[in-house]
């Protein structure tokens, strides 16, 4: 109404406000208007400044570290300042105003333990060295974030000796496809190489993920005649 008061007039604007059901007499709105402002609009426009000086860029296009707090954080940095403001209010001013802090990205979990599959002992014993090539191999799967928010797995087989990577392979999904892939490439790498597999050599990763290194424990590993290892 304020908005269109010069124009059209307060008694026209509370008469076609009344035909759609908002029923506003024109002594009401005259009443609200020479009313002050209440305690709390008034403190609501001081925490509003104090929060725009901090989420708002200023003339440089800068703004504070402050910045990257979300209502709690920012809430407790007020309470540290001085300012008694409750925790509510500086929630409903940043919703208002769409201010928000830096929300941490979830992370992905990528190893979970089966309490059912099979646990092979611990033959490297964190003990993370080899004499010569092909002795040792350290075995994982990790993922990597997109440019576009989506991830990918990435299983890799290094060999210790080395320090390098001799088999890999990426996939959209945990399965144990991709992860027995990655070993495939590795054996078959090596053979390419003239290094044929020595008899004994031990294949190390963590305990067995759900869904994925069950089967390559029983299957995999042992085609290419590996020792399995685990260890946590």
């Known amino acids: 109404m304020d ?3 010069e124009e059209f007039g307060v008694v026209p604007i509370c008469r076609a406000l009344a035909v759609h059901g908002v029923q506003i007499a ?12 209440s305690k709390r609009a008034l403190w609501d426009t001081t925490i509003t400044e104090i929060l725009a000086g901090i ?5 440089k296009g800068k703004r504070p570290p402050e910045s990257l707090y979300g209502s709690l954080k920012m809430w407790a940095h007020l ?11 500086v929630e409903r001013i940043m919703r208002y105003h769409n ?5 941490r990205a979830t992370k992905v979990r990528t190893t979970i333990a089966d309490p059912a599959a099979e646990r092979a002992p611990d033959l490297v014993k964190r003990r993370f060295k080899a004499v010569r090539p092909d002795v040792l191999w350290v075995a ?5 974030q997109l440019v576009c928010g989506r991830f990918v797995y990435t299983a890799f087989v290094i060999d210790v000796y080395a320090g390098v990577i001799v088999g890999w392979e990426c996939s959209n999904s945990k399965h144990a496809g991709f992860v027995e892939s990655a070993l495939r490439q590795a054996a078959v790498l090596r053979r390419r190489q003239g290094h044929a597999l020595p008899g004994g050599t031990i294949h190390h990763s963590d305990y067995a ?10 299957d995999g590993l042992r085609s290419w005649e590996l ?3 685990f260890s946590a």
């Open 209 to 218: 993920e759900v869904c994925v290194k069950p089967r390559i424990c029983g």
């Open 99 to 103: 201010w928000r802090g830096v929300v």
């Open 3 to 5: 908005e269109r008061r």
């Open 26 to 37: 024109p002594r009401t709105y005259w009443a609200h208007r020479s009313a002050a402002p």
């Open 140 to 144: 994982d799967f990790t993922y990597v």
């Open 227 to 229: 020792l399995v290892d």
């Open 55 to 59: 989420y708002e860029p200023d003339a």
């Open 79 to 89: 309470r540290r300042q001085g300012i008694p403001v409750a925790r509510c209010t």
